[in-house]
């Protein structure tokens, strides 16, 4: 988390250099970026959870021609998704710099991954979008073991894990689903 918040830091050091205003939206009160001592950080800092909710009141107040999603984890990630399908975005004219949402949201769905690589022909290991422990059972008896689970909508890989035989699949399947369903 100390070094998210430094990479953080110095994308708003980097922001300041240029004269661009910068609107910091952060839920921890106590991270480095908000540090009163020496140089200010950001022109404006919202100590508010990032949700869809108040990041659309934060945008409605503050007019930001721009917007980072890859500087707030997983939680950035899964905002920004919601927010483009809103159509926040749009109606306020709010950029998405950096990575786009429609690469988020091609790399975060596996199945969507998997079809955009096979589309320029690299190759991969075979995979299969499951949404269920019977699911994830039948996919291993056609891949084999070991096998991998990634959840969708987890690039901070949450729900991830090594399975090597059908107990851990079970186990790790069950656990997966439960906290994704």
Excluded: W
């Amino acid at each position: 988390m100390e070094e998210e918040a430094s990479v953080v830091s110095e994308e708003v050091d980097s922001q300041l250099e240029e004269n661009v205003k910068t609107v910091l939206m952060n839920p921890n009160i106590a991270s480095v970026q908000t540090n009163e001592v020496g140089l200010k950080q950001a022109d404006t800092v919202y100590f508010l959870p990032i949700t869809p909710h108040f990041v659309t009141e934060v945008i409605r107040a503050e007019r930001p021609d721009g917007l980072i999603l890859g500087m707030g984890g997983q939680t950035a990630l899964n905002c920004g998704v919601e927010l483009f399908r809103r159509g926040i975005l749009q109606e306020y004219g709010v950029k998405v710099l950096g990575t786009s949402v429609e690469s988020i949201m091609a790399t975060e769905d596996r199945q969507l991954f998997s079809n955009k690589l096979n589309e320029i022909s690299e190759k991969i290991a075979p995979s299969f979008a499951v949404e269920s422990v019977d699911d994830a059972l039948e996919a291993a008896g056609k891949i084999g073991y070991p096998v991998m689970i990634r959840s969708a909508y987890a690039l901070g890989g949450l729900g991830s894990g090594l399975c090597h035989d059908k107990e851990e699949l079970m186990d790790l399947a069950s656990k997966v689903l439960l906290l994704f369903m």
